[in-house]
């Protein structure tokens, strides 16, 4: 891998010395690129308010955080509300919310969820044979997602405009009656409901609302990268793939 790096730069651009004892390598990134970000106060306590809602077990997801703290900040300037589609134990929007301050943001949060795990029945036959839905019910037996709606609602009570919606996407989005979304987060390891919840948000998008596909790029997750792209195609926009697995949609 270093000798790669190193070979790369030779013939690239010259010359180049590259400290390798400086270099990110978590959540399937290596990289020797600058990671000042991580020593910034406000994203070192957004990590750790999420961390906290994660019962204080560091995913090592530092650099998706940082995406997702710069996409949620630049959506603070577009009309709408915030959503989230899989929210788990809250740890992303649990980090955006400290990072933010979102007591004093004149916003909605929603925060959607079964808070019982996936829905087995939403997955399609190449996921089940990808064995996607094998993954989900060990998850379960495992206690890989969050059930305790008492704790999650505790971890959120620190923000009014916080709102714990319990109910499987996409059958809980009408009654929400959400109109204006300037930031929407989609993290719910299945294809269906999260092709089915861009759909549903894409018209209630603002102009300059930023869409955050948590494993947009991750290999083991093509059939929600590609549930995607036959949206992207059928509405016109493009998915920027992200080195931290994740995909960015700016709506125009
Ligand atoms: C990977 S976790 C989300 C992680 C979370 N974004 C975080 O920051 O830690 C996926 C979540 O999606 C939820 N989920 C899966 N399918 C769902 C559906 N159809 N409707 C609502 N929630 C769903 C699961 O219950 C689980 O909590």
New binding site residues.
Partial sequence: MIKTLIKKALGHRGLMIINTRRHYDEDGLFTVHNQHFRQHPVFKAAYQR?IEA?NNID?HLEWRVHVALWAASSALAVPGDFV??????????SAIMGGLNWRNVAKRFYL????????LS?FSAEEIQRGRRKMAQDGMETGA??TSLARVRANFAEWPNALVVP????D?LPALNIASVAFL?I????AY?ERAALEYFWNRLSPGALVLL?DYAYYGFEYQADAIDAVAQSLGFNVLSLPTGQGLIVKR
Avoid at 84 to 93: D, P, Q, R
Avoid at 167 to 170: D, I, M, Q, S
């Fill in positions: 999420g994660n995913p989230e589609c899989g929210v788990n134990t809250g740890f992303l929007s959607l969820d079964t808070f019982a795990g996936p829905v939403q997602y969050e109910g499987a996407v996409p809980s987060h993290d719910m390891n299945c409901p948590d």
